[in-house]
C-alpha cells in the first residue's frame, strides 16, 4: 500500500475542498501542522526526561559503588505518623 497518485490526490483534495469548503482548508492546514509541533516537542520532552532519569540512576548506582554501602531507605518518624493521623481525622 504505497503512496497515492497524482490523480488520487487530485480526488483527494476534490473531496476535501467539496466536504469543508475551500476558506476553512489553510486554518486546517495550520492547526494540523501545530498539532504535530506540540506533538513532536512533546516526544523530545519526554526523551529528554527519559534520558535525564538514567543519567540520574547510573550515578546513584555509581555513588554507591563507590561508598560501598548502599542508601538507607527514608523511614518515617513516630511524630510524623501521628501528624498525618491527625490530619486524617
Not at 498539532?35 to 547510573?58: I, L, P, T, Y
Request: glycine share 8%; net charge neutral.
Amino acid at each position: 500500500m504505497g503512496l497515492p497518485g497524482g490523480w488520487e490526490l487530485v480526488l483527494i483534495v476534490g473531496v476535501l475542498v467539496l466536504l469543508f469548503g475551500a476558506s476553512k482548508l489553510p486554518q486546517m492546514a495550520r492547526s494540523l501542522g501545530q498539532s504535530a509541533r506540540v506533538f513532536k516537542a512533546e516526544a523530545r520532552g519526554m526523551k529528554e526526561d527519559d534520558a535525564a532519569a538514567k543519567r540520574e540512576k547510573e550515578s546513584a548506582e555509581q555513588q554507591q559503588l563507590t561508598t560501598g554501602e548502599p542508601s538507607a531507605p527514608v523511614t518515617s518518624t513516630s511524630a510524623d505518623e501521628v501528624q498525618r493521623k491527625e490530619s486524617k481525622n
